[in-house]
């Protein structure tokens, strides 16, 4: 069964808003989860590291302020897409290990349309 | 800059045939290696990991990876149309606070053909 729960599955929303994405580990405690992006027919983009405790990580080019990540608890890890706008509109994927050199498990992601 | 590289698709094999999916990587002190396959519309789904050089199958799949030629392999037998899919290549790099961060590569389209 399905290791990673995400919600919701599909948004769409007028653009200015926000939009809040939740990621649950169901069988693991994770204090790392991952936050992806993918556009049609591209690759996965890695956004940011989700750390249960502490500040999330974030890859190069990509906007803190726009895109909140709370790791609040160790099975419970959100993205908030703020004031989202057209260009926002994609496929976010979140996903979690097990710990170093294993497998990622992914959600089953949250398709974003911003009208 | 770490890169895994697979090679350019997309694939079409006749139901039934042998689909080979390649994929190559930079990072020389990378320890594991990942296999996804990505349905239209869907996330990613791992079907293979492997960690040591040589093959590793499980049932109609076969990993294969060479680390000194930093090379790692995919073969598909008897193909089937719902393998259908994009194949995705992740390589886990080997640095200091990695974790299980992965590099992917940009991923090779299979068309199996009924």
């Known amino acids: 069964g399905a290791v990673v729960s995400q919600h919701p599955s599909w948004v769409i929303c007028k653009s200015g808003t926000s939009v809040k994405i939740e990621c649950r580990s169901l069988?693991?405690?994770?204090?790392?989860m991952f936050w992806y992006r993918q556009f049609p027919k591209q690759s996965l983009m890695l956004m940011a590291t989700s750390n249960e405790g502490s500040k999330a990580t974030y890859e190069q080019g990509v906007e803190k302020d726009k895109f909140l990540i709370n790791h609040a608890s160790l099975t419970l890890s959100t993205l908030t897409v703020t004031s989202a706008h057209p260009e926002d509109s994609s496929f976010y994927i979140c996903s979690r290990s097990r710990g170093d050199n294993q497998p990622q498990h992914f959600g089953d992601g949250t398709r974003l349309s911003i009208l | 800059q770490k890169e895994v590289e697979q090679n350019s698709g997309p694939l079409s094999v006749p139901e039934g045939a042998i689909a080979s999916l390649n994929c190559t990587y930079s990072?020389?002190?990378?320890?594991?290696f990942f296999w996804y396959r990505q349905y239209s519309g869907k996330s990613p789904e791992l079907i293979m990991s492997i960690y040591s050089n040589g093959d590793k199958e499980d049932g109609r799949f076969t990993a294969q990876l060479n680390k000194a030629s930093q090379y790692v392999s995919l073969l598909i037998r008897d193909s089937q149309p719902s393998d259908s899919a994009t194949y995705l290549c992740a390589v886990n790099p080997f640095y200091t606070g990695a974790n299980s961060k992965l590099t992917f590569g940009k991923g090779i389209t299979l068309s199996v053909r009924p």
């Open positions: 069988d693991f405690q994770a204090t790392t």
């Open positions: 990072d020389r002190g990378s320890q594991s």
